[in-house]
């Protein structure tokens, strides 16, 4: 039999983002202060299907024996999801997470922690993201997520999620 | 054929908590006062191969839109399997998440909510717990979550949680 | 600070099931019959938010090493939420999958694997089951899986689920 | 502030597979004659991190409604993880899955399944994959999943899975 040369593609219809990483950002601390976004969470890219977040953990972020705890990494992961999805989708804040997963892989390391989003399904009422969460420095993931996001009806955006 | 009158049940092999749910919140306030127990989170009960933790969210904890977001939830989640846990083998801090999962099932109404962990399993290196999620006074769940943990070997117990 | 005397419950809205197991049984022998439903698989009970399923695993469920595979106690997890929902429902048999997660716990001793489903929310459109696997004659669980499950619109039936 | 030019990368430390994709489907063959390799699942490739493994569905994969049933390609993912490990590990066939998740997100279209495995961890005793899965022809993903692997210890091979 023929084998195949192949390189793993998780999706090939790509999209645009509409929004910039700037421009998330700032709607951001605008409209949901509490998401530390701007200050501890910074959005440092958006590109066709991705979105990519530093964290700088702090204290109040550290589980017994010093290292970054599960639901700071799981925030996160999960905020890495909603900045892909709204800069995509454009400025729908009402959309919420619906399931989400994660496999913790490794300790992290001191320091920020860089979480890369890529949009695996962007439908007009589904989205779905996977995220590759690792130290500032360190090739391998700290962890690795999935999380399934719900995009109300009538955003009254026609164009926006106009896949399937 | 014969068709059973049957009861759902989850697990035989109950083990008795090593710790009340006081203790495990003492404990928690002074190692890990991050962790917001005996203030935001407080330790309800625990008993066999369960545990309950009840959260009061502040502003903080809110979602455009204003309902509890999900890594609130998430991070209340973890922390009530976490809670079961050391209350079932002891004071055994280094416990780690491995995988955490959770569907979100319904908008949580405005008050406190409680986070109702059972242990699925409870070996010496693995625990599994899931936790159903509601609002209070309310009886549908507004999360369910399964999340399995990683014990340290060596935990200086001869035979395992023979804490203390 | 007051300690409760709490169970763990995972839900109250009770439902009673339309079906008994064996019209579920009937049902997806005769329109179903790749699943093995009456033969490899028999339904042993529905109950209130339940479904118990029985397996007999043959060689062609064998993982190498002897253990039954997990793809085939995968499969028996997902049909024993699809017959409780069915169960539920009654017979809807367009509703599908949409996540599937799930955590092996335990080789499986050899014989028979007993599938118990709760459902965890059964709303118009979505519904949820968690599903305890052991061996016959065994306590502690081989695996525990959550599945959710689409339920398509429109069943022909004005209050959902008033089957038939 | 300045905004990175990033793609979306999994995984650095790159490891060669060991086996090709027709050693591993021999292996399979011979070993695992019910797993249906050379038959109904093809391997079409193995790379660095990567496998792809090629399903014919056929009529006892289908669920009711003509499509391909969820649990036909639960145990098509979990293939492909198991491909993946083998080739970049050597047959270690004992490696079993510890924990799976899989959301399904469009319906298949008749005709082949193609998954494409990337392996995200390959540690000495735990390898975790993801596996994009579509329709021959079709970019948009029918699922996607994640698997989580245990391979056993002392596999007798002091070079297999000599990563950390």
């Known amino acids: ?5 192949v390189q793993f593609k998780i999706m090939s219809p790509m999209k645009a983002p509409k929004m910039t990483a700037g421009e998330v950002e700032a709607k951001l601390m605008s409209e949901f202060p509490q998401g530390g976004y701007g200050k501890r969470n910074r959005i440092e890219a958006v590109g066709p299907m ?8 702090d204290e109040r972020n550290l589980h017994p024996g010093g290292t970054v705890s599960g639901p700071t990494l799981m925030g996160l992961a999960d ?3 909603y900045v892909a999805i709204l800069a995509h989708i454009g ?8 399931s989400f997963s994660i496999n913790f ?6 320091g920020d922690i860089i979480a890369d989003c890529r949009l695996i399904k962007l439908g007009k009422r589904l989205a779905v993201g996977e995220v590759a969460l690792r130290s500032e420095g360190d090739d391998e993931l700290v962890a690795h997520c999935v999380a399934t996001y719900s995009i109300p009806p009538n955003s009254g955006l026609p164009e ?3 896949s399937k």
């Not at 400025?91 to 619906?98: G, H």
């Not at 892989?105 to 001191?110: D, E, I, N, R, V």
């Open 160 to 162: 926006f999620g106009s």
């Open 1 to 5: 039999m023929k084998r195949l040369d």
């Open 79 to 81: 905020g890495a999801v």
């Open 105 to 110: 892989l490794k300790k992290p390391a001191p």
């Open 91 to 98: 400025w729908v804040p009402l959309a919420v997470t619906t």
């Open 50 to 57: 991705t979105a990519r977040v530093r964290m700088t953990a």
